[in-house]
Nanobody, 126 residues
């Protein structure tokens, strides 16, 4: 099993940057693909970015491509989401999720993850 805790949320002006981190417990974190999702008030949860267990494959939703970067450090059991050029529409609770995968180059872009963090609030102001 793995437990996930997110860090780094906060209030930022439009155009600014934030870096979210997802810290995982457990010695087998390198066996898990990880994804970031977000949910704004009154809206459904949506996929943001995903990274394979090896870090060799990533995938993003179209609206964050070129602005967000997902990365991982398996030695430190962390996955980060660097968010640049933030927009008002990026305001949401961001959650990381993990799922063991058989392939080192598999990403999961649906909410079909077995392990979730509690979420961290990101608020972008004008």
């Amino acid at each position: 099993q793995v437990q996930l805790v997110e860090f780094g949320g906060g209030l930022v002006q439009a155009g600014g940057s934030l870096r979210l981190s997802c810290a995982a417990s457990g010695r087998t974190f390198a066996a898990y693909a990880v994804g970031w999702f977000r949910q704004a008030p009154g809206k459904d949860r949506e996929f943001v970015a995903a990274i394979s267990r090896s870090g060799g494959l990533t995938h993003y939703r179209d609206s964050v491509k070129g602005r967000f970067t997902i990365s991982r450090d398996n030695a430190k059991n962390t996955v980060s989401l660097q968010m640049n050029s933030l927009e008002l529409e990026d305001t949401a609770v961001y959650s990381c999720a993990a799922e063991p995968t058989s392939s080192p180059l598999m990403v999961v872009t649906t909410p079909a993850y077995g392990y979730w963090g509690q979420g961290t609030q990101v608020t972008v102001s004008s």
